[in-house]
């Protein structure tokens, strides 16, 4: 199979059964999601849900988180991964968003990036899932799913796999694709134990195809015995 007939399959299979699919982060405001994404790295999307109410209680605005203290932010986060730094991280964007951006999250990918904390895949998250930038956001789950299915081929790096996937997907489907790849990878196409069995895209994964050829070659070898 083609890369080209992989993509147009895969792509008209999620279109049709899945033409909703959001972050299942919860935000009010560009400046909430940012900070939410920022907690994310490294832990699942339950766990920060679990943190921010209290936090975005205490510190509802840019302005007010600037103004607190990383003990008192780290106070609210400490049950997520790596607290420290992200305390650090996001009490030094806040303050950044005040003096140089008006309080406000940029909506300038490149601006987003000066940001403590905010890589290309936060900023990438934050401009596709508010402003519907024609990016798309390579986290574990995607770089995993990408090079499984074989969207992705030979990528060493989340920068080579976001490329190779930008290179192949409408640019006007790039930030519903992102949350297609990132809840098949979280929920179906998972780290350890694949549920390749209820994959309903299995028929143009390169990996359930050599899982499945083996598998029927030691069958065949079975029954030859």
């Known amino acids: 199979m083609r890369t080209k007939e992989r993509y147009e399959g895969i792509i008209a299979w999620f279109s049709e059964n899945m ?17 939410a994404v920022i907690l994310s790295a490294q832990c699942t999307d339950k766990r920060v849900n679990m943190t921010t109410p209290a936090l975005f209680e205490a510190f509802p605005t840019p302005q007010a988180l600037a103004a607190a203290s990383v003990e008192e932010v780290f106070s609210y986060i400490r049950s997520i991964s790596y607290p420290n730094n992200k305390a650090k991280n996001i009490v ?21 990036m000066r940001l403590p904390g905010v890589g290309r895949k936060t900023a990438n998250v934050v401009g ?8 798309m956001p390579v986290d574990t789950h995607i770089f995993r799913v990408a090079a499984r299915i074989g969207l992705s081929r030979n990528a060493k790096t989340p920068r080579q796999t976001e ?22 990878g979280r929920y179906v196409c998972t780290a350890r134990k694949p549920k390749c069995h209820e994959c ?22 079975g029954l030859g015995n």
């Open 200 to 221: 309903q895209i299995a028929q143009w994964c390169i990996t359930a195809k050599r899982s499945t050829a083996l598998a029927d070659g030691t069958s065949k070898r």
């Open 92 to 112: 030094a964007m806040a303050r950044m968003l005040c003096s140089e951006f008006g309080g406000e999250v940029p909506a300038d990918i490149d601006s987003m």
């Open 163 to 184: 490329l190779q996937l930008e290179s192949h997907i409408p640019p006007h489907l790039l930030p519903i694709a992102h949350h297609w790849l990132l809840l098949h």
């Open 128 to 135: 596709a899932v508010i402003w519907n930038k024609e990016v």
């Open 19 to 35: 033409p909703v699919a959001e972050s299942e982060l919860n935000y009010e405001n560009p400046f909430q999601l940012l900070v």
